[in-house]
């Protein structure tokens, strides 16, 4: 009957109960995700007391409700040096040994000198959750539940380059019922990874902040490591020869990526060719800047952008584009022409750069001070009117043409333009317009050929 009878012999006794070693402390199991060993002992003991009353014994049945506490069991670990390939995943040999036998406990493990953006697998699943990685000490924390005296094993990291790199880790064990810890076991292990090596065919290499890449020959994309404190590449403040011969970016990969780039950037990391494409999903981000007079201008409302030199950018998928920087302001802006664009500069004393040998739409153009010829390429305005200046310009109705000798203005014959000084290499033209329309001055740079014609 698995009854107990205790003879009280008059007083009250005390009983103990032993629970079985390394099982957890719940009765039964409370989810799917957070399974807890089921004690089933604990679900079926009742207390039964009685007193003899008068000559009668009188019982009372009454369940117990017990919980044992579970304790989180210590662990070690014997990790080994390991050599690797960069961008590829390597298993980390630990040698953890738990006591733990019916799977109440995960591992948490802390590993430091990976370098930022690591990407760790656990039975070749990519984890982005339950990491966090503090840069200044290079040390992250894998607390994910999945990970457990059963799994870990299968456990790989993906970085970059390295040689004899010192990984210092630490192991402990967190019991899922109830979240208590065991003590850390600590350890550390060399890890080499192979650089990778560009090829003449087409290659996908894993951004190297360091050492670089080089894409060589091919149509070759670059990928990056997990981004885990959300803090994106800005590839305006890296060297400009970090990246070359790079044709794809993909920001697809191993969790959402912000990045941030200029002309100047694109020009350095590409080909001959001076196109590069961005890959992008939800969550991902391009942010582009000015650089100078090395100026972006979007083609139309497509997801083609162009500078002033002839580089393309083209942003694929469902990432933003920002491009907040390289838009009109009420300030002092330098901005791109293409020809493609209509293009209010708002106030500020703007100046806009055509771009290779087009000419200049003025019906496409407000608020502009200065038109630069000078940047790229040989241009020929045409013929220009009273209208064109009147139209592009704000209330001040003046605009300056930068250029060179391979740049020509014709002035309209007979529009009434007047021919004035010459001031600081600059020659002023003047047009009244008619009496009742007011004065439009063009202030053209001496080295452009001008004709009134």
């Known amino acids: 009957t698995n009854r107990w009878a205790i003879d009280t012999e008059g007083g009250v006794p005390r009983i103990w109960l032993e629970a079985p070693q390394n099982v957890g402390g719940l009765t039964s199991q409370d989810s799917a995700d957070t399974p807890v060993p089921d004690w089933e002992l604990l679900d079926t003991i009742e207390l039964e007391t009685g007193v003899t009353d008068m000559g009668v014994q009188v019982f009372q049945t009454q ?8 304790v989180a069991d210590p662990v070690s670990l014997t990790p080994q040096n390991l050599v690797g390939d960069a961008h590829q995943p390597l298993s980390l040999v630990l040698n953890v040994h738990d006591q733990d036998t019916d799977g109440s406990e995960h591992l948490e493990l802390t590993l430091k000198g990976l370098g930022p953006d690591a990407v760790f697998h656990l039975n070749d699943e990519e984890l982005l959750e339950n990491v966090t990685y503090d840069a200044d000490t290079d040390t992250y ?6 990970i457990t005296m059963q799994t870990v094993d299968t456990f790989s990291v ?4 390295m040689e004899n790199q010192t990984i210092d880790v630490s192991v402990r064990s967190i019991e899922k019922s109830n979240g208590d810890t065991s003590d ?4 550390s292990f060399t890890l080499t ?10 290659d996908v290499l894993l951004f190297d902040r360091i050492q670089g890449n080089d894409g060589a020959a091919g149509d070759d994309t670059l990928v990056f490591g997990t981004d885990w404190n959300d803090e994106g590449i800005d590839f305006t403040a890296l060297d400009d020869n970090l990246v070359q011969n790079m044709e794809t970016l993909d920001l697809t990969r191993h969790g959402d990526h912000a990045v941030t780039l200029n002309s100047t950037d694109v020009e350095s990391m590409t080909d001959d060719r001076n196109a590069l494409s961005i890959e992008t999903d939800a969550g991902d981000s391009v942010v582009l800047k000015n650089d100078g007079d090395d100026v972006w201008a979007q083609q139309g409302s497509s997801n083609v952008y162009e500078d002033v030199n002839g580089a393309v950018l083209t942003v694929n998928g469902a990432g933003t584009v920002d491009t907040t920087a390289i838009e009109p302001t009420a300030g002092d802006d330098v901005l791109g022409y293409n020809g ?3 293009i209010d500069a708002e106030a500020g004393d703007d100046r806009l750069i055509v771009f290779g040998d087009l000419p200049v739409d003025f019906t496409k153009i407000q608020n502009v001070e200065a038109l630069d010829l000078s940047v790229k390429g040989d241009h020929d305005l045409g013929e220009v009117t ?4 009147f139209g592009a310009t704000d209330d001040n109705h003046t605009l300056t043409i930068l250029g060179d000798s391979g740049d020509s203005v014709t002035l309209k014959a007979g529009d009434g333009w007047a021919k ?8 002023t033209y003047t047009n009244d317009g008619g009496a009742a329309d007011p004065t439009v001055t063009v202030k053209v740079d001496d080295d452009v050929n001008v004709t009134v014609a």
Do not use: C, H, K, W
Not at 141 to 146: E, K, Q, S, T, Y
Not at 158 to 161: A, K, Y
């Open 386 to 389: 009273y209208a064109d200046i």
């Open 158 to 161: 993906m970085q970059t380059q």
């Open 63 to 70: 369940p117990v409700s017990l919980r044992i506490d579970a």
């Open 184 to 187: 850390p076991a600590d350890g």
């Open 420 to 427: 004035g000084s010459d001031e600081s290499g600059f020659t």
């Open 193 to 202: 990874l192979r650089p990778e090596v560009s090829s003449s065919g087409d």
């Open 340 to 342: 493609t664009n209509d």
């Open 141 to 146: 924390v894998i607390a994910d539940p999945a």
